[in-house]
């Protein structure tokens, strides 16, 4: 004995009438929140980033040198900087799943 959605599934696959919610207001929320905590990511890194611009060893040459950076924490240091950006690589690639809203070529190079 088929159910109340079993028999509706049925009828929308047979006359093709489909009765689906789209819910785009919820990914379009969804989106402007990933945007703003993109957004203070980036504040958190760039924070990082001049604070280790202003020290006298290698940190002052992360902007330069991505080696040094990625490397930091086994070299001794904090490896906070890069850390944050690992945070923001994770979120932009969960950010570009928003295929529907056409992210343009960032989100190409991300996939």
């Given at each position: 004995m088929a159910g109340a959605y079993?028999?509706?599934?049925?009828?929308m696959n047979e006359t093709e009438h489909t009765i689906v919610?789209?819910?785009?207001?919820?990914a379009a929320r969804d989106l402007l929140y990933l945007q703003a905590e993109l957004c203070y990511l980036d504040i958190d890194y760039n924070l990082i980033a001049q604070q280790n611009a202003t020290e006298e060893d290698e940190?002052?040459?992360?902007?330069?040198?991505?080696?040094?950076?990625?490397?930091?924490?086994?070299?001794?240091?904090?490896?906070?900087q890069w850390e944050q950006q690992l945070k923001i690589r994770e979120?932009?690639?969960?950010?570009?799943?928003?295929?529907?809203?056409?992210?343009?070529?960032i989100c190409l190079f991300l996939s």
């Open positions: 079993d028999k509706l599934a049925t009828f919610r789209k819910y785009r207001h919820l940190r002052k040459i992360y902007d330069k040198e991505w080696w040094y950076l990625a490397k930091s924490k086994e070299r001794g240091f904090d490896g906070k979120k932009l690639r969960e950010y570009c799943k928003f295929s529907d809203f056409n992210l343009g070529p």
